[in-house]
């Protein structure tokens, strides 16, 4: 059983950084891919990033590009979100999600994962 367990949201100030971690176990993640959406209040569930397990490819929303780095590391199973220069309308719930068998596109739907983590609330006061 794929079980994602996101950490390392908080409350930072507008211009600062944050680093969310998520710990994926239960599977071999190497055919998988993995991604960030995050979701404020009154909102949907909005894609952040994607990453191919296999081949380190990434592919970012236009709001975040420039500014969040998504990355891995394999030995741990453990995919990253290392966020700079945060803004006020980052402020969100962010998700760790994961699907099986990963082709050479990108997934940037909620509705192409098949598994997803609990959220990690993240904070940016202005």
């Known amino acids: 059983q794929v079980q994602l367990v996101e950490s390392g949201g908080g409350l930072v100030q507008a211009g600062g950084s944050l680093r969310l971690s998520c710990a994926a176990s239960?599977?071999?993640?190497?055919?998988?891919?993995m991604g960030w959406f995050r979701q404020a209040p009154g909102k949907e569930r909005e894609f952040v990033v994607t990453?191919?397990?296999?081949?380190?490819?990434?592919y970012y929303a236009d709001s975040v590009k420039g500014r969040f780095t998504i990355s891995r590391d394999n030995a741990k199973n453990t995919v990253y979100l290392q966020m700079n220069s945060l803004k006020p309308e980052d402020t969100a719930v962010y998700y760790c999600?994961?699907?099986?068998?990963?082709?050479?596109?990108?997934?940037?739907?909620?509705?192409?994962?098949?598994?997803w983590g609990q959220g990690t609330q993240v904070t940016v006061s202005s």
């Open positions: 999600a994961a699907r099986p068998g990963s082709s050479g596109g990108y997934y940037i739907g909620p509705r192409d994962y098949n598994y």
């Open positions: 239960g599977r071999t993640f190497s055919s998988y891919a």
């Open positions: 990453i191919r397990w296999s081949d380190g490819n990434t």
